[in-house]
Each structure stands twice: as C-alpha cells, then as structure tokens.
C-alpha cells in the first residue's frame, strides 16, 4: 500500500482546510487509516483514525473541530479541519494499520499545514 497525502498549505487562523490521502493497493480498505502530524521540535502525534466500519477517534485538541472519512470505493481518506489555530500547524501524515494510533504498517509523505495567528 502507498500513500499519499494532498491539501496542505497556509491559512489564516480560523480558516479551513481538506486534507486528502490517495492510497493504492487493493487490499487498503483492510487496513485502518490515521491521520498523524509532527511539528517542528516536537514528536509525531496521533491525530484522528477511522475503522472500516465508520468508527472515528480524534485527539482530545481537535474534537469538534476535524472530521476524518473515507471512501473505500476510491481508497481515499480525508481530514476536513475546520477553526484551524496555529497550534495545528504541522507536517501532516497519511498512515495505515491494524489499528486507532498506535504502530502504523504503511505512512505517506507528509503535507504541510501553516496557520499563521
């Protein structure tokens, strides 16, 4: 499985953005798809995941704010963000394992996410 994720790029605080991830294989739709970020001098954190039946899990920091989905059909998943602050700024990852968080199997490039405050 490859990933690949699209939509970064600057925003003002309080805007939004749609990130996507394109991945290939046909066996993705097994796999539990998560959004992880990393800003700069900081480790990488788990952001949102969601199972193959539609359940979703969020860190506490975006509740409310982003709404992760996925279309299997098109093996594609998406981070809508929305009230983005400057604390969300971030390189913005792709992943996809076995599980919510945790190990991933598969990670994508990352896309940058800058909300200037």
């Known amino acids: 499985v490859q990933l690949q994720a699209f939509g970064g790029g600057l925003v003002q605080a309080g805007s939004s953005l749609r990130l996507s991830c394109a991945a290939s294989g046909r066996t993705f739709s097994t796999y539990v798809p998560n959004w992880f970020r990393q800003a700069p001098g900081k480790e990488r954190e788990f952001v949102a995941g969601?199972?193959?039946?539609?359940?979703?899990y969020y860190t506490d920091s975006v509740k409310g704010r982003f709404t992760i989905s996925r279309d299997n059909a098109k093996n594609q998943v998406f981070l809508q963000m929305n009230s983005l602050v400057h604390e969300d700024s971030a390189v913005y990852y792709c992943?996809?394992?076995?599980?919510?968080?945790?190990?991933?199997?598969?990670w994508g490039k990352g896309t940058q996410v800058t909300v200037s405050s």
């Open positions: 992943a996809a394992g076995l599980q919510i968080g945790g190990a991933m199997i598969y």
């Open positions: 969601i199972t193959w039946t539609g359940g979703v």
